[in-house]
């Protein structure tokens, strides 16, 4: 494993209201922002993420397939009360299933009515409740852990790419698109969608801004919400009506010059810039302890993580970890919620990968494999696949 020691430069930064607010002065905060400096020619081709996890504290759970759960894409999953919610794009649908991986409910209401939604951009699930995001139709749908409607918020005065929900806020998390209340990158609204905050307004020319791939880009830690967008290598937290800037990302000799920074995609590409530089982090994922980070530099992807407690950086040219030290388990479906991971892989791959785990011979004291060869077993590669969940050191 190598191991990229990280310039921790502590920049002061003033976050003014063109930067980081709302209207009201009481949501302005300064604060100082850590670096992270990523090296890119430091990279490994392969690494093996055992070093994350608490591999005691593992579970493979196969997924029900039934006529009523057929599962076509994990585009995301949350976790909670004893349930295990999972958006499918693909579907169009939420398929609600107790830790077992049976189902107990599943959210398909394709339509034009007030009850219905036409295409499901995202999902978060909070406080026991599901809140759905239709981009289409511009509005958020309810429903409880056992699929039934409760009610439809209506945001046709924003735009939202993605959502968050957290101690009754709804956070609307925007990619550079104009809005009827405004150029903000986030609106805060309460339950019953009445404003509440606006923060990282933007000027006018930089809607056509490179806005990333169709990936994660925000969590939820604790009481408060981080995210990154897309072309702008900072990690900002919500929290208690303020926004700060907490990390940024530096690349280096590979940082994206001040001058391209507008540019639109197609400039982007028609320059060879994305060959050159950095265009953005196409995902970000965040622990009490690690951070994740997703990006692209040509046609190669990279993962970092960032150990917070060492102040180190891991880096990989690629989009995926292996886990060795069960069974040789790849992530490249994985979602980060709270101090767990889960990682999703789908039935037609698992016979690949136990063959190549087996193959490379499995790490001793290994508890996993025979669970994992009566899964593979049991299923057929017309199956809905396998979750696995792990639980990050703290």
């Known amino acids: 494993m190598k191991y990229i020691y990280l310039t921790l430069a502590l920049a002061g930064l003033a976050l003014s209201c063109m930067r980081c607010g709302s209207d009201s002065e009481s949501t302005v905060s300064e604060d100082r922002a850590t670096t992270i400096t990523i090296d890119m020619d430091r990279s490994v081709e392969q690494m093996d993420c055992a070093f994350l996890f608490d591999t005691t504290r593992c579970e493979i759970i196969p997924l029900e397939t039934s006529d009523e759960c057929l599962i076509g894409e ?39 009515s007030d009850r219905e939604y036409l295409e499901l951009a995202d999902m978060s699930v909070s406080g026991g409740l599901i809140w759905l995001l239709d981009q289409a139709m511009n509005k958020i749908l309810c429903y409880d852990l056992s699929g039934q409607y409760l009610k439809t918020i209506d945001i046709s005065s924003y735009w939202a790419n993605k959502i968050l929900v957290r101690n009754d806020r709804i956070y609307l998390i925007n990619e550079w698109s104009d809005s009827n209340e405004g150029m903000y990158r986030l609106f805060v609204l309460d339950t019953d969608g009445k404003p509440i905050d606006k923060f990282l307004p933007f000027e006018t020319e930089d809607t056509d801004r490179y806005c990333g791939r169709d990936l994660e880009s925000y969590t939820i830690l604790g009481d408060e919400i981080d995210l990154c967008y897309p072309s702008d290598n900072t990690v900002y937290g919500v929290a208690d009506g303020k926004c700060t800037a907490k990390y940024r990302i530096d690349f280096g000799k590979r940082t994206m010059p001040e001058e391209h920074a507008a540019k639109s995609l197609i400039e982007y590409m028609n320059n060879g810039l994305n060959e050159e530089y950095v265009m953005g982090i196409d995902a970000f994922k965040e622990s009490s302890r690690y951070l994740f980070f997703r990006f692209g530099l040509g046609a190669t992807d990279y993962t970092a993580i960032y150990d917070k407690k060492t102040g180190t950086v891991d880096l990989t040219n690629s989009a995926s970890l292996i886990n060795n030290s069960t069974c040789c388990l790849s992530l490249t479906s994985y979602f980060v919620e709270g101090d767990d991971v889960y990682s999703y892989i ?20 290994n508890v996993y494999g025979d669970r994992l060869s009566q899964i593979i077993a049991d299923t057929d590669e017309s199956d809905n696949g396998i979750l696995v969940k792990y639980k990050l050191n703290e």
């Open 74 to 112: 994990v585009s995301k999953i949350f976790s909670e009360n004893g349930r295990i919610c999972i958006l499918d794009k693909k579907a169009n649908s939420v398929f609600i299933l107790e830790e077992d991986g049976r189902l107990t409910a599943k959210i398909f209401a394709v339509g034009r």
């Open 346 to 365: 789908p039935a037609y791959q698992l016979k690949l990968i136990y063959a190549y785990g087996t193959k490379n011979k499995l790490p001793e004291g």
